[in-house]
Antibody, heavy 119, light 111 residues
Framework: QIKLQESGPGLVKPSETLSLTCTVSGGSISSGTHYWGWIRQPPGKGPEWIAFIYYDGSTYYHPSFKSRVAISADTSKNHFSLRLNSVTAADTAVYYC???????????WGQGTLVTVSP | QSALTQPASVCGSPGQSITISCTGTSSDIGYYNYVSWYQQHPGKAPKLMIFDVSHRPSGVSNRFSGSKSANTASLTISGLQAEDEADYYCTSYTSSSTLLIFGGGTKLTVL
């Protein structure tokens, strides 16, 4: 069973960069069986996908974030990361990492990590 | 692209059946058989309950079923139990650059 664990700062200042890492166990991010993605959920709202990456390095970004987001993977550490630039209070959310199938089904999820954007 | 349309809330009594609808367009639900449903309890991560319109992942109760007609997908929960009280979200693959869209979510209350 694939397990995912998010890590990173819980507090980021406005205009700075949010950086999160997702460590994967029970599966390999270089296997090609899944895409590896980030989803966020603002307080009281529904989820929205941000980005996902495939084992061959292909990246996919939600148009709303494309100009200020980057996803990357480190196969040697079996983890993948998210960087979101120029954050504002609107980026305050619980950030989840998850596995994604070719049909965009998110089948395994991390527990999520709350990131607050505040001075 | 707008989110898929779900009712804000539904309710039912233990043992009853309820259905949650998820309405999209001919560019998403109406075109692809790639609708998923997620259950989310407060403070928890979403859990996949249905994928590819009507398939249940291993371990998900057969009280949960999914279907689709034209541009609307549905999640039916039969034999409602107190533990089913949660938020439910639908998603669909889409031909737009968004690739995937979420529904706004439905809060299920078990009376």
């Amino acid at each position: 069973q694939i397990k995912l664990q998010e890590s990173g700062p819980g507090l980021v200042k406005p205009s700075e960069t949010l950086s999160l890492t997702c460590t994967v166990s029970g599966g390999s991010i270089s296997s090609g069986t899944h895409y590896w993605g980030w989803i966020r959920q603002p307080p009281g709202k529904g989820p929205e996908w941000i980005a996902f990456i495939y084992y061959d390095g292909s990246t996919y970004y939600h148009p709303s974030f494309k100009s200020r987001v980057a996803i990357s993977a480190d196969t040697s550490k079996n983890h993948f990361s998210l960087r979101l630039n120029s954050v504002t209070a609107a980026d305050t959310a619980v950030y989840y990492c998850a596995t994604c199938t070719a049909t965009r089904t998110y089948d395994y999820w991390g527990q999520g990590t709350l990131v607050t954007v505040s001075p | 692209q707008s989110a898929l349309t779900q009712p804000a809330s539904v309710c039912g009594s233990p043992g009853q059946s309820i259905t949650i609808s998820c309405t999209g367009t001919s560019s998403d639900i109406g075109y692809y058989n790639y609708v998923s449903w997620y259950q989310q309890h407060p403070g928890k991560a979403p859990k996949l309950m249905i994928f590819d319109v009507s398939h249940r992942p291993s371990g998900v109760s057969n009280r949960f079923s999914g279907s689709k007609s034209a541009n609307t997908a549905s999640l039916t929960i039969s034999g409602l139990q107190a533990e089913d009280e949660a938020d439910y979200y639908c998603t669909s693959y889409t031909s737009s650059s968004t690739l995937l869209i979420f529904g706004g979510g439905t809060k299920l209350t078990v009376l």
